[in-house]
């Protein structure tokens, strides 16, 4: 139990490996045997606590612990975890089994092997309530907005007006997924630096929020899928671990960023913008063109390391009309066709097939007088 000066590890750890009629609904035969290996580990000692979950075809492992965040014992049974579920995806000839693991062989961490990963270690409070946020057919960057809305936008979050313990604001840590390098800005006195870089969604993703004082506040699970395995096989489906209450934002205001359905990258074979729909557990599955991205919410208290609850988070009436709107807005994009805004630009294209496109039409492009020197390089645009 967690005591004394002993903290707290939350994991949530999640794979797409396979699913029902295509990347649409892992099968519950995946899960119970994800949950087995799970079990086998609180019995060990490894882990506290557990909870077994999917929003589309990803499984999300939810676990409890007190070894900290990258330890090697609660990866490897991730890992395990997610082996176990191949295994009977294969059996069962689900679709695109086993696409998230990258490697056959485990080799101390699960970062950089396919899974997306986000973990918290902290000092348990009297209550210690946390909300998770599971994505499935978008990237990472997809909670760069409602991370924004949730720790530095009063107009969403009342406490950075009314409490005093969020009124000197948070501070932001900010990956560049291209470059490798990370950033702290600090709101709201770097609030539009902050904003210069989150959107641009495609190169910037938030990684961390913190308080002014070091206290962790929330983490987003930052794999990359396509700069990992060089080519594209699947979106990166992230997760995201915000804490709750008492110098923390209310659930009620992280809750509220998602009442705007804006629009993120993924969707069909990760390669179209369309809407960010919040769901509950029965509607966490993707049908319209394998969509429209989906958020699954589910709320916790962890006491001493247990898992207490969920509560199922969007499965309500108040986002009915959100539901809506990412409705009518899948419609609107969807009628774009191939054409961009709808499809990704050329540089997110990268990852798919239009470089083979592009190759066998290359000795078919000849000079042509535009009338102007073009620019024929991206990186001309930045000099």
Known sequence: ??????????????????????????????????????????????????????????????????????????????????????????????????????????????????????????????????????????????????????????????????????????????????????????????????????????????????RKDGEPAAVVSSERLNLIAGKYIGKDDPVMIVRLQSGFPALGEALEAFSFPHLVAGWMRGSHFGPLMPVGLKDAKMTRFDGPPRVLGLGFNIKAGRLVGPTDLFDDVAFDEVRRQAAEIADYMRRHGPFMPHRLGPEEMEYTTLPDVLKRLEGRFRPFDLGYRPIVKHEDLLE
């Open 1 to 210: 139990m967690s005591s004394g000066g002993t903290k707290t590890t939350l994991s949530v750890i999640k794979a797409d490996i396979g699913s029902i009629a295509g990347h649409h609904k892992a099968h519950p035969d995946t899960l119970l045997a994800a949950s087995r290996v799970l079990a086998e580990g609180k019995k060990k000692g490894i882990i506290a606590d557990f909870y077994v979950t999917a929003i589309g075809d990803d499984i999300q492992l939810i676990m409890t612990h007190f070894r900290g965040v990258n330890d090697p014992q609660v990866h490897e049974l991730a890992w395990s975890a997610f082996k176990e579920a191949t295994s009977v995806a294969k059996d069962l000839g689900l679709y695109a089994a086993g696409q998230d693991l990258l490697s056959d062989t485990f080799s101390g961490n699960v970062r950089g092997l396919g899974p997306g990963v986000a973990e918290l270690e902290f000092n348990e409070r009297p209550s210690e309530p946390v909300a998770i946020f599971m994505a499935d057919k978008t990237e990472p960057s997809a909670f760069n907005l409602p991370l924004y809305k949730i720790f530095a936008d009063p107009f969403n979050t009342a406490g950075l007006v009314i409490d005093p313990k969020m009124h000197s604001g948070f501070v932001f840590t900010v990956l560049d997924l291209y470059e490798g390098k990370a950033v702290d800005l600090s709101t709201p006195e770097e609030l539009y630096d902050l904003l210069a870089l989150i959107g641009t969604t495609s190169r910037y993703v938030i990684k961390y929020v913190h």
